[in-house]
């Protein structure tokens, strides 16, 4: 349903400028395509450009920023966080789809399963023995639930997500389709000329908020657990190795692999396609740039680029240096050419 102008602003704690307070309000776009009944947000100076030309009917800015050319059809809506009140408008204009309580016919729940209230359990999932879902969640259409499994309240699985034995997963949290939680951890010890596979008995223990990308694996602990604190927010195609510890609002960018044994502390960012050798520490609020690889422990707060990884400015003067070469390579040549010549004249 739409909703007008003011009514958007007073949700979003904004000052209107300039509009009509009672234009209709249906959805919200970025800056590049907003059009009329559209709300958007301009926070980066670079995206000025689009204003003058934007057919949109809000959009939201930061107090003290200066706009120009601003059509006659758009409203500004000035607050103190132009992103987190953007925010709020979408999830205000695109509400999350809701499911009824109900359990699908087509769903297999084994023995002694423990069902809180509002809880909707979809087509074809299968919940294993004496696992237990809290109140408010939903087990979308074919996810798997091993036995013994704990899900907290308000969660939700998407479609196909593999959850194994013993898992717990706390209030709060999504798990997105093809996510596999609690597999076997990748221990082997190499006797005789054979792999023997190491027993993998732990579990992963998921705390409250966190967030699992699609196709994401968190594989369960050897013996013990495998932890991901609250709020940590993990990114698609991420591999989460046996035995981490994981803390609390962690993030993990895609195609990021963390070997077995590994603490990735409070606040530490891994961007895309890093990776982590194991029984490594990660410190508090560090930051993995992308395509890194870790092989030591990297100390709280720092910032790290580079194979092996670096810190971040050693590693970009080296990068500066070898771009270099080429032409220092040139002048060597040179160099060595005019001491021939000397050589040959004495």
């Known amino acids: 349903m739409p909703i007008t102008l003011k009514e958007l602003a007073d949700f979003c704690d904004a000052q209107i400028i300039g509009g009509d307070l009672s234009t209709s309000i249906y959805s919200a776009a970025d800056i590049t395509s907003a059009q009329t009944g559209q709300v958007t947000q301009l926070t980066n100076s670079r995206y000025a450009q689009h204003v003058k030309n934007s057919t949109a009917s809000a959009c939201f800015i930061a107090e003290g920023f200066t706009v120009d050319n601003v059509p006659e059809c758009m409203a500004l809506l000035v607050c103190a966080d132009p992103e987190l009140s953007f925010i709020r408008a979408v999830e205000l204009l695109h509400p999350a789809r809701v499911y009824s309580p109900q359990i699908a016919p087509q769903a297999v729940l ?22 237990s879902i809290g109140d408010g969640s939903a087990i979308l259409a074919g996810v798997y639930m091993g036995k013994n499994v704990k899900v907290g309240k308000n969660c939700r699985i998407h ?114 396609s890093s990776g982590v050798a194991d029984h490594v520490t ?55 050419e005019k001491i021939q010549a000397l050589e040959k004249n004495t």
């Open 110 to 131: 084994e023995n002694n399963v423990i069902l809180g209230d509002e809880v909707y359990i979809g087509p074809y999932a299968v919940i294993g023995e004496n696992a």
């Open 159 to 272: 479609p196909y997500a593999v959850i194994y034995d013993d898992v717990v997963v706390g209030n709060n949290v999504i798990i997105h389709s093809g996510a596999i939680i609690g597999a076997d951890g990748f221990g082997y010890k190499f006797r005789n000329n054979v792999h023997v596979k190491v027993p993998q008995v732990g579990n992963v223990v998921i705390d409250d908020n966190v967030e699992v990308g699609a196709n994401t694996c968190i594989d369960r602990g050897a013996l013990g657990s495998t932890t991901i604190g609250a709020g940590s927010k993990i990114d698609n195609l991420v591999q989460i190795g046996h035995n981490n510890k994981v803390g609390k609002n962690v993030i993990m960018c895609g195609l990021t692999g963390v070997s077995g044994s590994c603490n990735i502390e409070d606040y530490a960012i891994l961007a895309g």
């Open 282 to 336: 990660i410190g508090q609020g560090a930051v993995v740039m992308a395509r890194s690889g870790v092989a030591g422990d990297v100390k709280a707060g720092a910032q790290v680029f580079g194979s092996p990884a670096k810190d971040k400015k050693t590693a970009y003067k080296e990068q500066i240096a070898i771009s270099k070469l080429p032409e220092l390579l040139k002048k060597v040549k040179l160099l060595e």
